[in-house]
């Protein structure tokens, strides 16, 4: 695991948040939030990721999402970013368990710094993934644009997270805001709003939303991520 040098003060003190909020929680993580990050099978299954392609996760946590897209895309090489060394630790434990060193890369670093050049890699890649990680990034707009520019203008971006909640009956969607809250966690209701308006009859974006509009799942291009950028600023 590597990381990026010279990071501003803003950046160490939300990557000390995250190391903050995951110290303890990353033993038990996998097996509580199988209960709530309704979506992240969907997306994986959605990948069908072709051999050789290089797929990048920007908030991987445990490494479960990449395990597992190792084990559905035999040949993909995958990457991993994460904001916590806390994190990393048991993602870097959970990796060499599954044998799966050679192919899963990761790295310690935000989403706003997220390049092929932090791997050593020189190349776009094919894919880039934030599973449930928009919600606790507070950037995300710039967060996906920069995604958007270490992908191949070919290439996709997919993202699953909380939704609006408004379709929950009210009081389940204030307690789960509340207990949310805890963990620095954030639906963005605005990128939701932005992606409805956008996805529509678009060839280039796919836009899934669950049951209550607890999640949503995104397949985009980059340059629709582009546009949710300017939609943002302009919003």
Same mark, same amino acid.
């Given at each position: 695991m590597s990381e990026p040098q010279n990071r501003p003060e803003q950046s160490r003190t939300h990557a000390a948040l995250m190391d903050r909020v995951y110290r303890h929680q990353r033993h038990i993580y996998d097996? /509580? =939030?199988?209960y709530f990050l309704l979506g992240r099978d969907r997306l994986i299954r959605q990948?069908?990721? #072709?051999? *050789? %392609? =290089?797929?990048?996760e920007i908030g991987c946590g445990t490494a479960r999402? !990449? @395990?597992r897209m190792a084990? /559905?895309?035999p040949g993909v090489q995958l990457y991993g970013l994460d904001a916590s060394q806390e994190m990393l630790r048991t993602a870097e434990q959970a990796v060499r368990r599954a044998g799966l +060193? %050679? =192919? @899963?890369? !990761?790295v310690? #670093? !935000?989403? &706003? &710094? @997220? +390049?092929?050049?932090?791997f050593g890699e020189s190349e776009p890649f094919d894919r880039a993934i934030f599973s449930y990680s928009l919600s606790m990034i507070p950037d995300w707009s710039a967060a996906l644009k920069t995604a958007a520019g270490a992908v191949r203008p070919e290439g996709k971006i997919h993202a699953v997270d909380f939704g609006d909640l408004a379709g929950l009956w009210r009081p389940v969607g204030r307690i789960l805001l509340a207990w949310? =809250?805890?963990f620095h966690v954030a639906p963005r209701d605005k990128l939701l709003k932005i992606l409805e308006s956008m996805a529509k009859d678009r060839a280039d974006? *796919?836009?899934y939303i669950m049951a209550g509009r607890y999640a949503f799942v995104l397949e985009a291009t980059p340059s629709i991520i582009c546009e949710i950028d300017s939609h943002s600023v302009a919003g």
């Amino acid at each position: 695991m590597s990381e990026p040098q010279n990071r501003p003060e803003q950046s160490r003190t939300h990557a000390a948040l995250m190391d903050r909020v995951y110290r303890h929680q990353r033993h038990i993580y996998d097996l /509580t =939030r199988k209960y709530f990050l309704l979506g992240r099978d969907r997306l994986i299954r959605q990948l069908h990721a #072709g051999p *050789d %392609e =290089r797929v990048v996760e920007i908030g991987c946590g445990t490494a479960r999402n !990449l @395990i597992r897209m190792a084990r /559905t895309y035999p040949g993909v090489q995958l990457y991993g970013l994460d904001a916590s060394q806390e994190m990393l630790r048991t993602a870097e434990q959970a990796v060499r368990r599954a044998g799966l +060193s %050679e =192919r @899963i890369h !990761l790295v310690h #670093g !935000l989403a &706003e &710094e @997220i +390049s092929p050049a932090l791997f050593g890699e020189s190349e776009p890649f094919d894919r880039a993934i934030f599973s449930y990680s928009l919600s606790m990034i507070p950037d995300w707009s710039a967060a996906l644009k920069t995604a958007a520019g270490a992908v191949r203008p070919e290439g996709k971006i997919h993202a699953v997270d909380f939704g609006d909640l408004a379709g929950l009956w009210r009081p389940v969607g204030r307690i789960l805001l509340a207990w949310l =809250r805890l963990f620095h966690v954030a639906p963005r209701d605005k990128l939701l709003k932005i992606l409805e308006s956008m996805a529509k009859d678009r060839a280039d974006a *796919d836009l899934y939303i669950m049951a209550g509009r607890y999640a949503f799942v995104l397949e985009a291009t980059p340059s629709i991520i582009c546009e949710i950028d300017s939609h943002s600023v302009a919003g």
